[in-house]
């Protein structure tokens, strides 16, 4: 009888190690099946890149449009008639956009082509006139070697600028007909659009429902995530794009509206887009005022009037903390998925990078949560001997 209590105990650890050997097996099975869908995907992306444009950019528009379907709704429209209403509204706001803004951006575009290399010449030059005896004096910079190093510059920029356009080009346009995108990029995002909520339900129903509590609050934050960015973010791209725009106008910069949308449509790169614009902006209007500085002081205020505007109100109201994607870990997913999948790459960067991220911090605190991490904390850590607690070895 004095033994029972012991064998109790060894059944129970026995059962205990068949439940973490199942638990286990379970966890490993979970994680093979994730990585192979992964891989799958992948794989998937990169054999039909280049006709995924058109349906991918379809997907993204009915995700950005979806809250607004919702609205209707509660309105009382059907999802029928809410979709057909959303899709008519921005069809016409987009050929409106297109009918206004494409000549004028096709002719400031062409323009600017054509007159890059003398701007290029004339900013150089205007860099150079300074007088070589106070460049010297005052920086140690020998006026020659400045200026062979700025034409090494001048032209490894414009070399890089050309190979970026050529690439977005050869990846998007070149293999996606203008056509196909707008006639096929509609028709995806009205059947998207309509049966999205549907289609939620459906793969929600597909969970195992052990885990379907989890795996519905990791695309919770998933889909916060994505959405603080793609209607968050896109939307302050837009309002950046009109404003950079509309300022640099009104102050009679060449390329004005060019510079300016181009700058804000690139915004959703951190960083890169407010300087990018800064940087042209600021170099045709050295070339355009020079020597007035008051207007290239002006063209430059532009930019710091939108970042502040930006950073103190347009940003908390339309993404605020809800993106919860590191600038740092965005670019390289920008580069990353542009590098691999094209400029389809570009459109699942932001979801794909917002789902890794999302899936990290889980694993990250289901592993604080393990004993993996905490251990058998039960016990106390053995006492060392004297002669380690003294720092002497032992004899």
């Given at each position: 009888m004095a033994k029972a209590?012991?064998?109790?105990?060894?059944?129970?650890?026995?059962?205990?190690?068949?439940?973490?050997?199942?638990?286990?097996?379970?966890?490993?099975r979970q994680i093979f099946f994730w990585l192979a869908t992964a891989v799958l995907l992948a794989l998937f992306l990169y054999v039909f890149s280049a006709i995924l444009l058109p349906f991918v950019a379809g997907m993204v528009l009915a995700?950005?449009?979806?809250?607004?379907?919702?609205?209707?709704?509660?309105?009382?429209?059907?999802?029928?008639?809410?979709?057909?209403?959303?899709l008519?509204?921005?069809?016409?706001?987009?050929?409106?956009?297109?009918?206004?803004?494409?000549?004028?951006?096709?002719?400031?575009?062409?323009?600017?082509?054509?007159?890059?290399?003398?701007?290029?010449?004339r900013l150089q030059a205007l860099i150079t006139s300074f007088d070589p005896q106070w460049l010297e004096q005052k920086f140690g910079v020998d006026a020659n070697g400045l200026r062979d190093g700025l034409n090494s510059?001048?032209?490894?920029?414009?070399?890089?600028?050309?190979?970026?356009?050529?690439?977005?080009w050869s990846s998007g346009?070149?293999?996606?007909?203008?056509?196909?995108?707008?006639?096929?990029t509609p028709v995806v995002a009205f059947y998207m659009l309509l049966d999205w909520d549907r289609m939620v339900a459906i793969v929600d129903s597909?969970?195992?429902?052990?885990?379907?509590?989890?795996?519905?609050?990791?695309?919770?934050?998933?889909?916060?995530?994505?959405?603080?960015?793609?209607?968050?973010?896109?939307?302050?791209?837009?309002?950046?794009?009109?404003?950079?725009?509309?300022?640099?106008?009104l102050t009679g910069l060449n390329f004005a509206i060019l510079i300016g949308l181009f700058a804000g449509l690139i915004s959703f790169i951190p960083y890169v887009g407010s300087l990018t614009g800064l940087v042209l902006a600021v170099g045709v209007a050295f070339v355009q005022f020079w020597p007035d500085w008051t207007m290239?002081?002006?063209?430059?205020?532009?930019?710091?009037?939108?970042q502040f505007i930006e950073g103190n109100i347009l940003q908390p109201r339309l993404v605020g903390k809800s993106v919860g994607l590191h600038p740092v870990w965005l670019m390289f997913a920008l580069f990353a998925f542009g590098a691999l999948f094209g400029f389809v790459g570009l459109l699942i960067a932001v979801p794909a990078s917002a789902a890794v991220a999302v899936l990290v911090r889980f694993a990250i605190a289901r592993y604080l949560e393990s004993p993996l991490y905490k251990g058998h904390g039960a016990e106390p850590a053995p006492p060392l001997p004297p002669s380690r607690r003294r720092g002497t070895p032992r004899g």
């Open positions: 209590p012991h064998r109790a105990t060894e059944d129970e650890a026995a059962a205990a190690a068949v439940v973490d050997y199942a638990a286990s097996v379970a966890l490993r995700y950005f449009l979806d809250p607004v379907a919702d609205r209707l709704q509660r309105l009382g429209l059907s999802r029928l008639m809410a979709t057909v209403v959303i008519i509204g921005f069809i016409v706001v987009l050929v409106l956009a297109f009918v206004i803004l494409v000549p004028v951006l096709a002719s400031q575009m062409a323009d600017f082509a054509s007159k890059l290399p003398e701007y290029l010449t510059l001048l032209t490894s920029g414009f070399g890089l600028l050309t190979t970026v356009f050529t690439s977005i346009v070149a293999l996606v007909s203008i056509v196909s995108l707008f006639v096929v597909w969970v195992p429902r052990d885990y379907v509590k989890t795996v519905r609050a990791i695309a919770n934050d998933i889909n916060t995530a994505t959405a603080g960015f793609v209607r968050g973010q896109g939307t302050l791209c837009l309002v950046l794009g009109a404003m950079y725009a509309t300022g640099l106008t290239v002081a002006a063209v430059a205020g532009v930019f710091f009037v939108g």
